[in-house]
């Protein structure tokens, strides 16, 4: 199989610092004449290196995933391969015509109606007019917007807007396909019908690079992962393994930390630990929660020396390094009984539609409580990750946007009405 | 990882067409850029038909939700003409040889708005359209030379004045007229000459936007469109000139109104725009690698 793209020791250095206007955030000619007079051109500058060293081969057909955190040198990397910016050094070689989308509706002009904005932007992402011809019904039905096709975009809602550069764009027909992460609007139907969307440029055979930090999207659309790390490549390989490098915990899955020896294991003369676990709702372990699902997280500890009131308790923290919750072990059966030597497996389940969507770190603690002494208190143990489906009948309903707050809850609500006058 | 959607399936009514077949042999090379003389035909010419729906925009959208619309195109010209007409012709009392100073005035007044309004949008250009720069790739020279069309357009509109007023005063056109899109070429050349280093710069130096109508003011009046050429005298014509505009208004005079012919001066207009519009190429060239990062 031949290649779609060769990046080879692709590197970006940027210059930022002083010479940028402190408030309006550009260069002013006057702000380069002091400059020269007071130090020299190059001494305000402070260099950084966007991308440093970057090499992957990818075939054709690939649908191949960029994660990293921001400032990883995600969008710089696809800025290269698009030309919208060149490398400092390093080559890269693309064979087939490249469309890239980094943004939905670049060059979308609000006094011009929705077919107009159709031809517009098709050209600028590098369409042909025929080519937008022969799409446009399509593009139109994609779009749902029939009505609204003659109207300017200005009057569109913010949905019907995106629905319909994204129709554009998903009609282009490169061989190359570069998409950063546009989906993050849009209501969830609809984004769902757009990974769908891109997943069959996929499997035409065509290419598709996708940044996303949506890794449910990216589980979902690439078999392969690029993890960007401080703009080198971190992990290179299967999705599932790379995405799990991403979220902390090496090459295993991050849902599952076992310690066989006890030497190594967190723990004190009383009680020590030997494995967390977290279960999905078939008791599997699983390191994606679906967001209306139950999970169940275990401990399994060895208790060394008998004759202690022990309180085992679990501790969630999010992205943020906020706690979310902590939960003590309040099981009657051991609750203020003094636990004898031996093995145990403490277990709580988290109902569904509790937790938020994103990534929860587990805690794992344990501590005697008369008089108190910490144990063991196993920070990040674990993890997993929470996903919201689109499919309506989790607390997001059909909103398809960010949802702040560190709990999703799907509560009852009551309306009531009369009518005006 | 358990699936936790349905296998997907096409979304019916989208038609995926055949690839084209003509550039998948080639690959595109992407690598730092040495040396200024790095121009690809065969690009520019694949992108032609984005030259014509930047264009097209922005014909579509200049007189967009203003009360007047195209009409505008005609109303501004009218006004500066009776402006200049009140205050050269009557009250300064310039001196046109016989012609009647509407009629002179408009022959130097419609290729001078024409390369005003180029180089200001042109100037602009760029920086207006930040968000098209910052995403999608494409020539970028496009995007000031697309400033061309509008103004084309509006001069098409006002130049029907110039066929009304030459009705009016009875004033038939000499055969010279034939010659007259050369020197809206020359008008051209010049104005996008210019802009290419007014775009370019003012991608790094916003100082560009406060100047550009300051220098289009001196400029008019380096520019003979409300007075004669006549007026300047002895070696000072050589120097006068080097402003490729002087030609340009010179030439229109000639074509329109059978002023004298064009001398020899006509031919340093020609070397100057030249010169402007492929200094101007080549510097936007080079600029053109930055451009995203620092716009």
Known sequence: MSYAIRAQHLAKQYRIGA????????????????????????????????LDDVSFEIKQGELVGIIGRN???????????????????????????????LEVGTGFHPELTGRENIYLNGAILGMRKREIERNFDAIVDFAEVEQFIDTPVKFYSSGMYVRLAFAVAAHLEPEILIVDEVLAVGDARFQKKCLNKMQDVGQQGRTVLFVSHSMQSILRMCQRVILLNQGKVAADGPAQQVVGVYLGKGEHSIAERVWPHRDKAPGHDIAHLRAVRVRDVDGDISDTIDI??????????VVTIGGYVLQPY??????????????????????????????????????????????????????????????????????????DSLEGDSARGDWGGNIAGVVRPLLPWQTTYTPLG | MAALEPPTTSITGVTNSTLPSDSSHTPTIIEPQRGWWQF???????????????V??????????????????????????????????????????GIPYPLFNLAGLLPWQFFANTVTQAANSLVINAGIVRKV??????????????????????????LVLLLWFQWPPTPAIFLLPMFLVLAMLTALGVGYWLSAIHVKYRDV?????????????????????????????????????????????WALLGTQAPSLAMLISVTVALTIFMTGWLYFQAAERKFADLI
Do not use: C
């Not at chain 1, 030309?83 to 015509?97: D, M, Q, V």
């Not at chain 1, 209306?292 to 500890?301: A, D, G, I």
């Not at chain 2, 690009?43 to 014509?52: G, I, K, N």
């Open chain 2, 137 to 162: 790739y494409f020539p970028r020279i496009l995007i000031p030379t697309a400033t061309i069309g509008s103004g084309l357009v509006d001069f098409g509109l006002a130049f029907v004045i110039l």
């Open chain 2, 40 to 54: 690809n035909w065969r690009e520019l010419w694949f992108y032609r038909e984005l030259l014509f729906f930047l």
């Open chain 2, 209 to 253: 936007r406060h100047a550009t109508p300051f220098m289009i003011q001196l400029w008019l009046f380096a520019t003979p469109v409300v007075y004669p050429t006549s007026l300047i005298q002895g070696p000072w014509q050589l120097v006068y000139a080097l402003n490729p505009m002087v030609g340009v208004v010179e030439g229109f005079r």
């Open chain 1, 292 to 301: 209306r699902t139950p999970v169940t997280l275990e401990m399994e500890f």
């Open chain 1, 71 to 101: 400032g990883a040198g995600k969008s710089t990397l696809l800025k290269v391969l698009s030309r919208i910016t060149e490398p400092t050094r390093g080559r890269a070689e693309l064979y087939g015509r490249v469309a890239s989308l």
């Open chain 1, 19 to 50: 010479v940028k206007h402190r408030i309006t955030g550009y260069t002013t000619l006057r702000d380069t004449i002091t400059d020269w007079f007071r130090k020299g051109p190059a001494s305000a500058y402070k260099e950084l290196w966007a």
């Open chain 1, 314 to 387: 679990f501790r969630l923290y999010n992205e943020d390094s906020v706690a979310v919750l902590t939960t003590f072990d309040l099981d009657p059966a051991w609750r203020r009984r003094p636990r004898p030597p031996g093995h145990y497996w403490a277990r709580v389940t988290i109902p569904g539609n509790f937790f938020a969507e994103g990534l929860l770190y587990v805690e794992a603690g344990l501590t005697t409580l008369d008089p108190p002494m910490g144990q063991f208190a196993e920070r990040d143990a674990v993890a997993f990750q929470v996903i």
């Open chain 2, 56 to 97: 097209w925009r922005d014909v579509k959208v200049r007189y967009k939700q203003t009360l007047l619309g195209a009409s505008w195109a005609i109303i501004q010209p009218v006004l500066q003409l009776v402006v200049f007409t009140v205050i050269f012709g009557r009250l300064a009392g310039i001196s046109t040889n």
